[in-house]
């Protein structure tokens, strides 16, 4: 059982580092948001490393795509996702579980803050759609044994709104398209991925606890540089600047104590993982890494409505289109409201609602002539042509509404106009790569693994989902590395479930 965190140790800032000083740590992590809170956690439960840090920019963890507005809040399990093949929902299953296995370990106010337990389906539409559903269930359904397969009434029983003309009645009549769905009665499918973060860190704190180890936390500081360095004896560290960071503060030009307060430390890193969303690329290409990427930001915006929903609904994935189908999922932050979304939206920020970050994602645009095939054999395709201009019109006020509500339709057919509300300041962006080399868009994550004691994670969906899992990489390299002790038996049982030792 994990420690429950006492006030002492949930995630606040360190006592703050001395301008000008520098410090030393065995792993420097940079981000706060639930790909590097995962990675501090372990680090902190199942090594017995001496030192750890994890640095921020903003005075609170997981501000940016892990905030809990961001994101979808799903647990991807390749269950009711149909843009996963059988052998990437396997993969993906066993990462989404460590989630639900650290879930266990916490006290049971912390675990329901951070996951939440609803029934969900995924839902065709017609017959193409409804005959492929149900392919999917035979092919599916053995590896997935909570999987069943609802006809149009058990759909109207599970989600009346679905399934009904008018959900609020119930002798409403059945919507007349042929309907179909895979379902899963009750299973943990929502995560608060900020509260998910503060969890991480938290237990971080309480695996220290008590020991000389120590894990310093240094929020509302911003990594400028990081300069590897190799001595006589050829051991690289590495010697990080990390300059406090204060969005929107203001001072008097010649002010003594501010140009103290915004002056940087140094900590010198044996070992570095940045984990810093889009910003990982960013920070690998500065250094002359990871140069064969481009980036390509994919918004997505959400919408409101009255509570419709009792879990998520998920509609079937056209395979010409790149990103996952708008789904229907009761918010964890919002009782009583149903999240309608993501769209897909390209935009030349590598941070929503920060447009400054507009010159970084030209930086790591890196447009060249490789980069312009790749958009236009995205463009080219009627389907995803139409479906990136219409994703554009779901952002022009007025029109938005009108638009988003024949798609949200296709989930709940009795939806109206005056029920529909645009989700002012939600969601995020996914930093979609381009393979420069290959001439292709990548859906999944990057690891860069620069050189040996620095690697640098970018974290597109399902990168919430597969933290826990992403983590264990860096976790090995980082053993294998530093030849630190690692309890591999404490985390197999833990997170992956394993009943017997590992031979
Ligand atoms: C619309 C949308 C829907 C999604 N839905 C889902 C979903 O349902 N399920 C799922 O599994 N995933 C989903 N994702 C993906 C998921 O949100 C991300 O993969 C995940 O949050 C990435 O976590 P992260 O820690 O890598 O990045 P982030 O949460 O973005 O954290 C990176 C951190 O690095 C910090 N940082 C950046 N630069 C510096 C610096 N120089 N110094 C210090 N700190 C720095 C940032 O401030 C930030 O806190 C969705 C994403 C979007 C946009």
Request: hydrophobic fraction near 40%; proline fraction near 7%.
């Amino acid at each position: 059982m994990v420690t429950p965190a006492t006030a002492a140790e949930r995630p606040s800032p360190s006592a703050g580092p001395v301008p000008g000083a520098e410090t030393q740590t065995d792993v420097l992590i940079v981000g706060g948001g639930v790909c590097g809170t995962a990675l501090l956690f372990e680090l902190a439960r199942y090594t017995d490393l001496g030192h750890l840090t994890l640095v921020e920019r903003y005075d609170q963890l997981a501000q940016v795509n892990s905030k809990a507005s961001s994101n979808s809040q799903t647990i991807h399990c390749g269950d009711i996702e149909t843009n996963y093949t059988l052998e990437k929902a396997l993969k993906v299953k066993r990462t989404a579980e460590m989630i639900e296995r650290y879930a266990a370990l916490l006290s049971e106010p912390e675990r329901n803050r951070c996951v939440f337990r609803t029934p969900k389906m995924v839902l065709a539409v017609g017959e193409p759609e409804c005959s492929a559903l149900r392919q999917r269930f035979e092919l599916f359904s053995p590896h997935f044994p909570a999987m069943e397969l609802l006809e149009k009434a058990e759909i109207a029983e599970w989600e009346p709104h679905v399934a009904r003309l008018d959900g609020e009645r119930a002798d409403s009549p059945l919507r007349p398209e042929p309907l179909v769905a895979i379902g899963i009665r009750r299973a943990a499918t929502a995560v608060d991925y900020e509260a998910l973060s503060q969890s991480f860190a938290a237990q971080a704190l309480a695996a220290v606890a008590g020991s000389p180890r120590q894990v310093d936390l240094q929020l509302g500081s911003r990594v400028e540089a990081i300069t590897p360095e190799t001595a006589a004896d050829g051991t690289t560290t590495f010697l990080v600047e990390v300059r406090p960071h204060h969005p929107g503060a203001r001072s008097q030009p010649g002010d003594p104590n501010a140009q103290a307060a915004a002056a940087p430390h140094r900590i010198r890193a044996r070992h570095v993982v940045v984990s810093a969303g889009a910003h990982s690329l960013l920070m690998a290409q500065n250094l002359g890494f990871g140069l064969e990427y481009s980036c390509l930001p994919v918004a997505g915006s959400f919408y409101f409505t009255p509570d419709l929903l009792r879990g998520k609904v998920y509609t079937v994935q056209n395979d010409k289109l790149p990103f996952a189908a708008i789904h229907g999922d009761p918010d964890v932050r919002s009782p009583g409201q149903t999240r309608f979304g993501p769209t897909a939206l390209l935009l030349p920020m590598l941070e929503r609602y920060r447009p400054a970050s507009f010159f970084e994602f030209l930086k790591v645009l890196r447009l060249d002539l490789s980069v312009l095939l790749v958009f236009w054999q995205l463009f080219r395709i009627a389907d995803i042509r139409n479906y990136i201009l219409k994703n554009l019109l779901f952002e022009v006020p007025w029109l938005r509404r009108r638009l988003f509500l024949d798609d949200a339709r296709k989930i709940v057919p009795g939806l109206q106009l005056a029920d529909l509300r645009f989700a002012e300041g939600f969601g995020g962006v996914r930093p979609q790569l381009i393979h420069k080399g290959e001439q292709r868009l990548m859906l999944g994550e990057a690891r860069i693994a620069a050189m040996p004691g620095l690697a640098f994670n970018v974290t597109p969906s399902p990168g919430g989902t597969c933290c826990l899992g992403n983590a264990v990489t860096d976790l090995e390299a980082i053993v294998e590395r530093l030849g630190c002790g690692f309890d591999r038996q404490r985390l197999e049982q833990e997170l992956y479930g394993a009943t017997s030792p590992s031979p």
